[in-house]
């Protein structure tokens, strides 16, 4: 009795206890969901999420625990739970099917079905991860992934200053960031008055104190377009840790070339800054290099790395979090003994990001907006719509979760993410691998704020990092470097038809524009620049950014009647909302025309009383 109780089988390996683990919890999902009334099954709203328990899931989830592994004790059970994995999943996707008979997300069930299948059949793959040590390469490869390099950051620097000579970047986000930086040189503060319609630190919205990396560089050239290159220059830097991957990983000088090459053409990369500056753009180089950092076993790199990321953003300490997660629970597989160092690790930078995330979204509440929680009010059941009912969602309702990341209007998402990845990033069975996908499905398809899933918008930066670093490992695990080399090729190829089809048309009209009407926007600008430098002014979106080298500028859209009739100036676009009325406001209130451009522009100024 003894030793049935103190035994070494009491305490279940890490590979058994994660097994038991989620055949437990998707048993109490799957009993859950179904003790549901059918006509709250329906997977478009949360009317049944808000009737489903976490309390009984989370109870049934243990009891189920302690049941499988007290079989365990008496029988060999690991194929059996394997096969009941895949059999409980199969009954909960069939159920949640009738819940929600779309095609995507019948398709997306039966892939998730095919993923328990191949792991009831062959289980987890075991072996040594592949690492080699540092190889010579011939000088061709690292010299044409660095011309890759400067293409694509020529490219970048040709879309984005475009768009700043074309007038085309408006307030949000680019006029803030344009008069942000303008502060900082200024006062070392980051304020600007045109995030909220009144002065205040941006770091009351983001924490974003990463910004100040930039600001010598922009000391020496101040002006919105140095913030153009600066953007581009810090994602194509993401090219130099993933070469060092590949090289760690064991690929080959052209197989390294390749991956470069397709981490500049996949359109979530290169498309990202169509919408100009935002602090996500570091999050790619970052996290390579955190990532990096943990290929090496190298401490100080990785805690480098990860401080650096927490400093992006508010929410960039769920990327530190996974990736730390991801270390724990590899560290368990192979043997805590074996991995103490690796598991401490992952313990550290898990402890750390939580207690960071904690921290500054308490000062958000505190002292700023608080945490943009908005964007999830899909999961929000009842009034409820904080992250940790996110959180609470995907736990008692996982299928939710997946309903929600196959919505129609996320399949083009989806194609132009992982098609030209050949689907790389799931093909593996490590299965703990699959945990650097969280980010991808949290930030990018569980959300219902639109712009969080199109590739011409910022927040793709963060989850391409650990798309294309799964990528590159999964690969190293093919034995057969030609088989590499020709996915490689593939995958290349593939990104560049999409690089071509979807990214070039939209970047290539911006530059084209600023040349062929370069006399247009060069007298616009003038005529905005002839509004004195230290005159309050309120402007339409797209000139916000060309006058933003001031302390107090408003967006027309947003200010105050009481705001706007403290300025001094208002420039007024021909595509103002509302225009006649504006204009007529402005008269009433003492203001005359300063400065016209046929109907394109006209500057009002307020008469002295």
């Given at each position: 009795?003894t030793?049935?109780?103190?035994?070494?089988r009491?305490?279940?390996?890490?590979?058994?206890?994660?097994?038991?683990?989620?055949?437990?919890?998707?048993?109490?999902?799957?009993?859950?969901?179904?003790?549901?009334?059918?006509?709250?099954?329906?997977?478009?709203?949360?009317?049944?999420?808000?009737?489903?328990?976490?309390?009984?899931?989370g109870?049934?989830?243990?009891?189920?625990?302690?049941?499988?592994?007290?079989?365990?004790?008496?029988?060999?059970?690991?194929?059996?739970?394997?096969?009941?994995?895949?059999?409980?999943?199969?009954?909960?996707?069939?159920?949640?099917?009738?819940?929600?008979?779309?095609?995507p997300?019948?398709?997306?069930?039966?892939?998730?079905?095919?993923?328990?299948?191949?792991y009831?059949?062959?289980?987890?793959?075991?072996?040594?991860?592949?690492?080699?040590e540092?190889?010579?390469?011939?000088?061709?490869?690292?010299?044409?992934?660095?011309?890759?390099?400067?293409?694509?950051?020529?490219?970048?620097?040709?879309?984005?200053?475009g768009?700043?000579?074309?007038?085309?970047?408006?307030?949000?986000?680019?006029?803030?960031?344009?008069?942000?930086?303008?502060?900082?040189?200024?006062?070392?503060l980051?304020?600007t008055?045109?995030?909220r319609?009144?002065?205040?630190?941006?770091?009351?919205?983001h924490?974003?104190?990463?910004?100040?990396?930039?600001?010598?560089?922009?000391?020496?050239?101040?002006?919105?377009?140095?913030?153009?290159?600066?953007?581009?220059?810090?994602?194509?830097?993401?090219?130099?840790?993933?070469?060092?991957?590949?090289?760690?990983?064991g690929?080959?000088?052209?197989?390294?070339?390749?991956?470069?090459?397709l981490?500049?053409?996949?359109?979530?990369?290169?498309?990202?800054t169509?919408?100009?500056l935002h602090?996500?753009?570091?999050?790619?180089?970052?996290?390579?290099?955190?990532?990096?950092?943990?290929?090496?076993?190298?401490?100080?790199?990785?805690?480098?790395?990860?401080?650096?990321?927490?400093?992006?953003?508010?929410?960039?300490?769920?990327?530190?979090?996974?990736?730390?997660?991801?270390?724990?629970?590899?560290?368990?597989?192979?043997?805590?003994?074996?991995?103490?160092?690796?598991?401490?690790?992952?313990?550290?930078?898990?402890?750390?990001?939580?207690?960071?995330?904690?921290?500054?979204?308490?000062?958000?509440?505190?002292?700023?907006d608080g945490?943009?929680?908005?964007?999830?009010r899909?999961?929000?059941?009842?009034?409820?719509?904080?992250?940790?009912?996110?959180?609470?969602?995907?736990?008692?309702?996982?299928?939710?979760?997946?309903?929600?990341?196959?919505?129609?209007?996320?399949?083009?998402?989806?194609?132009?993410?992982?098609?030209?990845?050949?689907?790389?990033?799931?093909?593996?069975?490590?299965?703990?691998?699959?945990?650097?996908?969280i980010?991808y499905?949290?930030?990018?398809?569980?959300?219902?704020?639109?712009?969080?899933?199109?590739i011409?918008?910022?927040?793709?930066?963060?989850?391409?990092?650990?798309?294309?670093y799964?990528?590159?490992?999964?690969?190293?695990?093919?034995?057969?470097?030609?088989?590499?080399?020709?996915?490689?090729?593939?995958?290349?190829?593939?990104?560049?038809?999409?690089?071509?089809?979807?990214?070039?048309?939209?970047?290539?009209?911006?530059?084209?524009?600023?040349?062929r009407?370069?006399?247009?926007y060069?007298?616009?600008?003038?005529?905005?620049?002839?509004?004195?430098?230290?005159?309050?002014?309120?402007?339409?979106?797209?000139?916000?950014?060309?006058?933003?080298?001031?302390?107090?500028?408003?967006?027309?859209?947003?200010?105050?009647?009481?705001?706007?009739?403290?300025?001094?100036?208002?420039?007024?676009?021909?595509?103002?909302?509302?225009?006649?009325k504006?204009?007529?406001?402005?008269?009433?209130?003492?203001?005359?025309?300063?400065?016209?451009?046929?109907?394109?522009?006209?500057i009002?100024?307020?008469?002295?009383?």
């Open positions: 009795m030793r049935f109780l103190i035994g070494r009491v305490f279940p390996k890490a590979a058994d206890g994660f097994r038991r683990l989620l055949l437990a919890w998707l048993n109490a999902v799957l009993l859950e969901y179904c003790l549901l009334p059918a006509f709250l099954r329906g997977l478009g709203d949360t009317s049944g999420l808000g009737e489903m328990s976490a309390v009984r899931v109870i049934v989830t243990l009891l189920t625990f302690l049941a499988l592994h007290a079989l365990s004790l008496k029988f060999r059970t690991q194929k059996a739970e394997r096969i009941a994995l895949a059999v409980v999943f199969l009954l909960l996707a069939a159920a949640a099917v009738f819940g929600g008979p779309t095609l997300f019948s398709i997306a069930c039966l892939l998730a079905v095919a993923a328990f299948a191949v009831a059949i062959w289980g987890w793959n075991d072996r040594p991860e592949v690492t080699a540092p190889k010579k390469v011939r000088k061709i490869w690292p010299i044409l992934t660095a011309v890759f390099a400067v293409l694509f950051f020529a490219f970048d620097c040709a879309w984005t200053l768009r700043t000579a074309t007038l085309s970047s408006p307030t949000y986000d680019f006029g803030i960031f344009a008069q942000m930086f303008h502060s900082m040189k200024e006062t070392g980051p304020l008055t045109l995030e319609s009144g002065l205040l630190s941006h770091f009351a919205v924490v974003s104190p990463i910004y100040y990396l930039m600001l010598p560089v922009y000391c020496l050239f101040p002006a919105p377009a140095t913030l153009q290159v600066l953007q581009a220059a810090v994602i194509t830097s993401a090219v130099v840790p993933l070469w060092l991957i590949g090289r760690r990983r690929l080959s000088g052209p197989q390294r070339m390749l991956l470069c090459l981490l500049l053409l996949l359109p979530a990369f290169s498309g990202g169509g919408y100009d602090e996500n753009c570091f999050l790619t180089p970052l996290i390579l290099w955190l990532l990096y950092g943990v290929e090496r076993k190298n401490i100080l790199l990785t805690a480098l790395a990860a401080g650096l990321t927490l400093l992006v953003k508010e929410d960039a300490a769920v990327y530190v979090a996974v990736i730390a997660l991801w270390l724990i629970v590899r560290s368990l597989l192979g043997g805590a003994r074996e991995n103490r160092r690796e598991l401490f690790l992952g313990a550290a930078m898990f402890g750390g990001a939580v207690l960071y995330f904690l921290l500054v979204t308490f000062l958000l509440a505190r002292f700023g945490v943009m929680t908005y964007r999830y899909n999961f929000a059941a009842g009034d409820s719509a904080s992250l940790m009912a996110v959180v609470r969602a995907v736990f008692v309702h996982p299928m939710k979760a997946l309903f929600e990341c196959v919505d129609a209007e996320k399949l083009r998402y989806l194609a132009l993410t992982l098609l030209p990845l050949l689907g790389l990033p799931f093909l593996t069975r490590r299965y703990e691998r699959y945990l650097l996908l980010p499905l949290l930030v990018n398809l569980m959300s219902d704020y639109a712009y969080q899933h199109d011409f918008f910022q927040y793709g930066f963060g989850s391409t990092a650990l798309l294309i799964l990528t590159a490992i999964n690969l190293a695990d093919l034995r057969k470097s030609w088989l590499r080399l020709a996915v490689l090729i593939t995958a290349a190829a593939t990104a560049a038809a999409f690089f071509g089809a979807v990214v070039v048309p939209k970047a290539i009209r911006y530059p084209t524009n600023a040349i009407y370069r006399a247009y060069s007298y616009v600008r003038d005529l905005l620049d002839r509004i004195p430098h230290d005159a309050p002014v309120a402007a339409s979106t797209f000139y916000t950014a060309e006058l933003s080298a001031r302390e107090i500028v408003y967006d027309l859209d947003y200010c105050s009647r009481k705001q706007l009739l403290e300025c001094e100036y208002v420039a007024v676009a021909s595509h103002q909302k509302d225009k006649e504006t204009i007529r406001y402005l008269t009433t209130n003492g203001y005359t025309v300063y400065l016209t451009y046929e109907n394109v522009l006209t009002y100024k307020k008469d002295a009383p």
